[in-house]
Each structure stands twice: as structure tokens, then as C-alpha cells.
């Protein structure tokens, strides 16, 4: 067992005979994923709100209901295909061609009410049934990693692919501060009404399949296949009953940190406030971004150097800083050092927080688990904001108090709510595992 009871065993998969093409790739699809996330998210939501005229309630549900239907085929359909059929990579194709063409129906079907919150709600029901596609790519590429890589590698992988994916997200949300104003010769909101992000958000998910083509189909042979334990060394109802503490550590953790993400750009142009312009917006995005590139470097020397637990308390501890800083000051030179900051928390508790959960998984239910995992992450980006952020903001707003106040308010109750995942995730690490692992010598 290890000394460190905050590290894990660390095995190895299958050999890939072609590591540096498979990598190649992988990371490949990784930057062109995050150049499309950049250029179509970061100013859908500023796209809701301020120029359809949507409540900041209903800005979030852009991402809370697809993010569900997301999870339910995560869950229930994508996952056990998965584990059954063993086929990760194809899982990815397919599911990245779907979403390409469903993103251009999504365009085609807003362009007809004429009504503005008709339009925002075609929009948002359009995107939940194209991410039933992106479900898809979303479960096969967490299984897929842990397939192609061991324990021991996976932070380090995660946190490159953080840093490429981050340089991706840089180009990303440039073009689309770019394109969402028409490069200053139209009006907030062009670059959506009449397509242009569409457009090339759908492309960019075409080129990302060519890459992909590169990487191994993944799964499990037939003799890892009978192997039906974990990578911890942890006794199976063990291990099964520290994997739910954690996911619900990372419940809190996640859901309080993301639940601020999608008003983020509300809160920052608002003109009584920061009132900042679309391209000084993509500026403090890019400097989050800069910020992941930058951790992803260390990723791995800080999983080898802590272990996973404790880099995961540190990300999280970071995370609730920035959130601080934002609920208490208006300095834009604070609010880009809180982007760093969240950059840092980002990468910090994804490739941590990866790894761990890996371990806790028997390889023959890797998808179907990952699924899990995968939930306290992508639920948190629409979930949390739906029914904590956006509700408190509109409340404050109705009570009479300042646009800012209110968003301030929000990103307080974000940080509170990821301290109690914190607190919770400290318990697990120091008190429930190492009891555990003594058990199981």
C-alpha cells in the first residue's frame, strides 16, 4: 500500500503502440472542443440576457436543461452501451457529427418567432436536444482516458490537455468577442442573430472527428474486462462507499463554484457596474484561460508532489478566493487576478479530482460511473445557477436592491457553498479513507 494514504495505486493500461500519435490526437480534438466552448458560450448567456431580454433566472436554463438531458443519457443509455459494447472513440465521432448539424438547426429554428423570449426559448430547447449528441462524445472521452492511460499518468494528461485545451479557449473566446458585435461595425448580438457563431461553432465540431481518427477505439480487452475491482487497493463496498462521499463533496464544491459561471458576463457589463466592452469581456476570459494553461504544466508535479486529495482541497480552496474576490470588490484589476485564480481552480480540481475518481472504478463500469463524476460537473453549470444564483439575483433585483449588489450577493453564496464541499472533502481524505486502507491490510 502507499505511504501517502492521498495516493492512490497507480496501474497501467493495455501498451498503445503509437503513444505520441494517440496523444496527438487526443489533445487535437481537446483544443478544437475548447476553441468552440470559447467562441459560442462565453457570450450566449450575455446573448439571453441582455439583448433577448430574458430574467437571469432564465439565462441559466440554457445550460440547466440540457445539461440534464445530458446526464440522463449519460447515464442510462450512453454509459451502459459503453461499458458493453467497449467502444469509446466511435462514441465521440458520432456523437460530435450530430451535435455539428444540430447546432445548425438550432440557428434555423431561432430565426423564426419574431417575439424576442421565443426566441431565447428556442434556443435553449434547441441546445438540450443537441446535447443528447454531445452526451455522447461527453462519456466516451472520460472513459477514454482512462482506458489509453494508468492511474499514474492521468493527472499529468489531464492537466496538459487543460493547458492545450486553455490555449484553444483564448483563441476561442477572442473570435467570438470579435464576432458577436461584427467586429464593432454592427451591435451587440449580431454575431448570434444572424449566425456567424453558429456557423462556426458547427465547423469546428466537424474538424474535430479528424484528429479522433487518430486515437485508439479504447475499451477493455477480454482479461481486463474479468477484472472487476478497483485501482485503490480498497475493499469493493469500500471503495463503492468513499466514491458517494466524494461525489458529494464535489457536489457542493462544483455546484457553488460553477453556479456564478454563466453571470459571470452578465455581471461584468452591466453599465452601472464594471460595464466593460464585448472585447475587454473576451480579455478577462482569456486571462482564466491563460491561468489553465499555465496549471496544466504543473498538474501533474502537484498530483505527484501532494497527491490528488490534497491538490484537489488546494484548487478548491483557490476557487472560493476568486469567488470572494468577486462578491467584494468592483477593481477590474481584481476581477482579472479572480479570473487567474478560477483558471487555476479549474484545472487544479478537474485533473485532481479525475484521477481519484478513476482509481475508486472498476474498469468494466468505467463509463457508466464516469457518468456519475461527470454529473456533479455538468449539472453545476446550469443546476446550481438555476436554482441558487438566479433566483437570489432576481430576488435582490425585485427588492428593490442595485443590479450589482445583487450579483455580489450571488457570488458570496457560491463561495459559502463550496466551503461546506471543502469541509467535507478534508473529512474523506483525513479521517474516513485512512480508516479504510486500514482495514483493508
Not at 150 to 160: F, K, L, P, Y
Not at 188 to 200: D, P, T
Not at 305 to 320: M, T
Request: aromatic residues 14%; charged residues 10%; contains cysteine.
Amino acid at each position: 500500500m502507499p505511504t501517502n494514504s492521498h495516493r492512490l495505486n497507480r496501474s497501467t493500461p493495455r501498451q498503445d503502440t503509437h503513444p505520441w500519435r494517440t496523444f496527438f490526437g487526443i489533445s487535437s480534438f481537446e483544443v478544437l472542443a475548447m476553441f468552440r466552448r470559447g467562441l459560442f458560450y462565453a457570450y450566449l448567456s450575455v446573448y439571453l440576457r441582455h439583448f433577448l431580454g430574458l430574467s437571469v433566472t432564465e439565462t441559466t436554463l440554457f445550460a440547466t436543461l440540457p445539461m440534464l438531458l445530458n446526464i440522463l443519457f449519460q447515464t442510462f443509455c450512453w454509459g451502459p452501451l459503453s461499458d458493453r459494447w467497449q467502444r469509446r472513440r466511435s462514441l465521440i465521432i458520432t456523437g460530435e457529427i450530430l451535435a455539428s448539424f444540430g447546432t445548425l438547426a438550432v440557428w434555423y429554428a431561432h430565426r423564426l418567432p419574431e417575439n424576442a423570449r421565443t426566441i431565447g426559448y428556442v434556443i435553449i430547447v434547441g441546445l438540450s436536444l443537441v446535447e443528447i449528441f454531445w452526451s455522447m462524445s461527453n462519456v466516451g472521452w472520460s472513459a477514454l482516458i482512462s482506458d489509453l492511460y494508468g492511474a499514474g499518468d492521468r493527472t499529468a494528461i489531464q492537466g496538459r490537455l487543460a493547458s492545450i485545451g486553455g490555449l484553444g479557449r483564448i483563441a476561442g473566446a477572442w473570435m467570438g468577442g470579435m464576432f458577436y458585435d461584427g467586429a464593432g461595425r454592427y451591435y451587440n448580438g449580431w454575431g448570434f442573430e444572424h449566425g456567424a457563431l453558429f456557423f462556426i461553432a458547427a465547423a469546428v465540431m466537424l474538424l474535430s472527428v479528424i484528429p479522433m481518427l487518430m486515437v485508439p477505439e479504447g475499451g477493455m480487452g477480454r482479461a481486463e474486462k474479468g477484472r472487476g475491482s478497483s485501482e485503490s487497493g480498497l475493499a469493493a463496498a469500500s471503495a463503492t462507499r468513499i466514491f458517494m462521499i466524494f461525489l458529494i463533496a464535489m457536489v457542493l464544491i462544483n455546484f457553488g463554484r460553477n453556479s456564478i459561471a454563466l453571470i459571470v458576463s452578465q455581471y461584468l457589463m452591466i453599465e452601472s457596474g464594471l460595464g466593460v466592452s464585448s472585447m475587454v469581456l473576451s480579455h478577462v476570459f482569456n486571462t482564466q484561460s491563460a491561468a489553465m494553461v499555465f496549471t496544466g504544466l504543473v498538474a501533474g508535479w502537484m498530483g505527484r508532489r501532494f497527491g490528488d486529495g490534497p491538490s484537489l482541497i488546494l484548487g478548491s480552496g483557490v476557487g472560493i478566493v476568486a469567488l470572494t474576490v468577486f462578491a467584494f470588490t468592483l477593481d477590474l484589476r481584481l476581477v482579472y487576478l479572480a479570473q487567474f485564480l478560477r483558471g487555476f481552480a479549474d484545472v487544479a480540481i478537474m485533473a485532481s479530482s479525475y484521477t481519484f475518481a478513476s482509481t475508486l472504478m472498476p474498469p468494466v463500469r468505467r463509463a457508466r460511473l464516469f457518468a456519475l463524476f461527470n454529473a456533479t460537473f455538468f449539472l453545476s453549470w446550469g443546476v446550481a445557477g438555476t436554482l441558487m444564483a438566479g433566483p437570489l439575483t432576481d430576488m435582490l433585483m425585485g427588492r428593490g436592491f442595485s443590479d450589482v449588489f445583487a450579483y455580489r450577493m450571488a457570488f458570496a453564496a457560491a463561495a459559502v457553498m463550496s466551503l461546506a464541499g471543502v469541509v467535507l472533502l478534508v473529512f474523506l481524505l483525513y479521517m474516513i479513507l485512512p480508516r479504510a486502507r486500514a482495514a483493508a491490510l
